[in-house]
C-alpha cells in the first residue's frame, strides 16, 4: 500500500488518512468539510506524511505559515484541501478553522463574505484542545521510528501524483451526483462523531462494507474524546451549573458563586486546582453561555429556561458525572435531555 512504503504507521492510522485522502474528492458534496488532526513531535514521518497527502488530496496546499488574515486571502473557491503545517491555533484561528468545516457557514471580514469551506490537514505537536474540532477530526498521532523506509524522491513523488490524481479525478467524476449520505447505523458514537462518521462514508460511494467499517474505526477515538471531555475543567462548570439549575428556586448564578460550587467539585475528588471567578466566566464563553451584569455582584447567568436547556444538553454531551450517573433527574430539563439521549441510543 502507498502509504505503508515510506511511513511507519498503525493499521488505523492508516485507515482513517486513505478515508480522508478520498473524501477530498467529493467534499464539496457534503455538509461537512472532512477533517485530519496529525500531532507529531519533530519528525521526518509527519514531513512524508504531508508529502503523499499533498500529492493524492484534491487541490491540495500546503501552507508552513498562515494566519487568518491570509487564510482568508486564499482562493477558497477553488475548495483546495489545505496541508496546515505547524500553524499556531489561536482563538481567532479556531474560529475560522470551526466556520470553514461547515458547508453554507460564511466568515465576515472587510466588508465581504467569504466561503471558506474546504478539507483540511492540521499538523502539530499537540492534539487538538478545540473540542468542537477535535470531535469532528479523524485523529492521527505519529511516532519515531527506526525503521528504514525507502526516500520519497523527486521522481517518486511524480509518478504517485500522476498515478492517484488522474484515478481519483476519474473517481470524482464518475460518483460525483451519487454522493448522498448513506444509511449506516451510527447510534453509538456521539452526535458530533455521527456527522464525521456519516460524512466519510457519503464519499465512500457504491460500497457498504467500507462505509460501515467507519463506525468501528471511529469508536475508540470517539470514547477518548468522551473520557477526555468528563475529565476537563468544562464538565466540572457543566456539573456546578447542573447544581445550580436543581438549587431550590434560584433564578440567577454568578461567575463568583459558580467559581465556588465549582472549587467544592474540585476538592472533593481530591484535585487541588482552585479555579478563580474570572477562569470560570471564560469557561462559560466557551461553552457559548453570555455572562450579564447581576446587580452589584459581578457578572452571571440569569437561569431562565432556554439557559437551563443548554446547560442539560452539554452536561449530556460532555459525560457529566452527575447525568451519567442517572442522580439528577429533579426537573423537566432533566426528563428532556434524558428522552433526547434515550432517542440517540436506541
Same mark, same amino acid.
Given at each position: 500500500?502507498l502509504l &505503508?512504503r515510506?511511513?511507519? +504507521?498503525?493499521e488505523?492510522c492508516v485507515r482513517k ?14 455538509h461537512? @468539510?472532512?477533517v485530519l488532526s496529525? &500531532?507529531a513531535s ?9 508529502q503523499?497527502?499533498?500529492?493524492? /488530496?484534491?487541490?491540495?496546499l ?7 488574515a491570509a487564510? /482568508?486571502?486564499l482562493p477558497?473557491h477553488l475548495?483546495?484541501?489545505? +496541508?496546515?503545517d505547524?500553524?499556531h491555533l489561536? @482563538? $481567532?484561528?479556531?474560529r475560522? !478553522?470551526r466556520a470553514?468545516?461547515?458547508?453554507g ?6 466588508g ?5 469551506y ?7 505537536r499537540e492534539p !487538538?484542545r478545540?473540542p468542537?474540532?477535535a470531535?469532528r477530526a !479523524?485523529q492521527?498521532a ?5 525503521q528504514?523506509?525507502p526516500?520519497?524522491?523527486r521522481?517518486?513523488?511524480e509518478q504517485?501524483a500522476?498515478?492517484?490524481? %488522474?484515478?481519483l479525478l ?10 448522498c449520505t448513506?444509511?449506516?447505523?451510527v447510534?453509538e #458514537?456521539?452526535a458530533?462523531?455521527?456527522s464525521?462518521a456519516r460524512s466519510?462514508a457519503?464519499?465512500v460511494v ?11 474505526l471511529?469508536?475508540?477515538?470517539d470514547?477518548?474524546i468522551q473520557?477526555?471531555r468528563? %475529565?476537563?475543567?468544562? $464538565?466540572?462548570v457543566l456539573?456546578a451549573?447542573?447544581?445550580c ?10 461567575a463568583a458563586?459558580? @467559581?465556588e460550587?465549582t472549587?467544592t467539585i #474540585?476538592?472533593?475528588?481530591g484535585?487541588g486546582l482552585?479555579l478563580?471567578?474570572?477562569t470560570?466566566g ?5 461553552l457559548?453561555?453570555? &455572562?450579564?451584569?447581576?446587580g452589584s455582584?459581578?457578572k452571571g #447567568? ?6 437551563? @436547556?443548554?446547560i ?12 451519567q450517573?442517572g $442522580?439528577?433527574?429533579?426537573c423537566?430539563? /432533566? ?9 440517540r441510543?436506541?
Open positions: 500500500m &505503508t515510506f511511513i511507519d +504507521l498503525p488505523e488518512v486513505a478515508y480522508f485522502g478520498l473524501a477530498t474528492w467529493p467534499a464539496d458534496r457534503v461537512a @468539510a472532512p496529525i &500531532t519533530l519528525t521526518s514521518q509527519s514531513i512524508v506524511l504531508l503523499l497527502l499533498a500529492l493524492v /488530496c484534491r487541490r491540495a500546503w501552507l508552513g505559515d498562515v494566519n487568518p487564510l /482568508c486571502s477558497m475548495r483546495p484541501t489545505l +496541508l496546515l505547524e500553524v489561536g @482563538a $481567532s484561528f479556531q475560522l !478553522l470553514s468545516s461547515v458547508q457557514r460564511y466568515v465576515a471580514r472587510n465581504r463574505t467569504l466561503d471558506l474546504s478539507p483540511k490537514v492540521i499538523c502539530s !487538538l478545540d468542537w474540532l470531535s !479523524l492521527v505519529l511516532a519515531p521510528t527506526r528504514r523506509l526516500l520519497l524522491d521522481e517518486t513523488s504517485i500522476e498515478e492517484f490524481q %488522474a484515478k476519474m473517481y470524482r467524476l464518475t460518483n460525483y451526483h451519487k454522493v448513506p444509511s449506516i447505523d447510534e #458514537l456521539t458530533p462523531t455521527q464525521l466519510l457519503a464519499c457504491g460500497d457498504e462494507g467500507l462505509q460501515s467499517a467507519l463506525v468501528s471511529l469508536r475508540q477515538q470514547r477518548e473520557v477526555e468528563s %475529565a476537563g475543567l468544562e $464538565s466540572v456539573e451549573l447542573l447544581f439549575c436543581h438549587d431550590g428556586n434560584r433564578s440567577t448564578v454568578r458563586e459558580l @467559581a460550587i472549587n #474540585l476538592t472533593g475528588r484535585q482552585q478563580s471567578a474570572e470560570v471564560w469557561k462559560l464563553k466557551l457559548g453561555f453570555h &455572562t450579564e451584569p447581576i455582584g459581578g #447567568l440569569y437561569l431562565l429556561d432556554e439557559v437551563r @436547556a443548554r442539560h444538553g452539554l452536561a449530556r454531551d460532555y459525560a457529566v458525572p452527575s447525568v450517573q $442522580s439528577m433527574k429533579m423537566p430539563q /432533566c426528563l428532556q435531555a434524558d428522552d433526547v439521549g434515550g432517542e441510543d436506541r
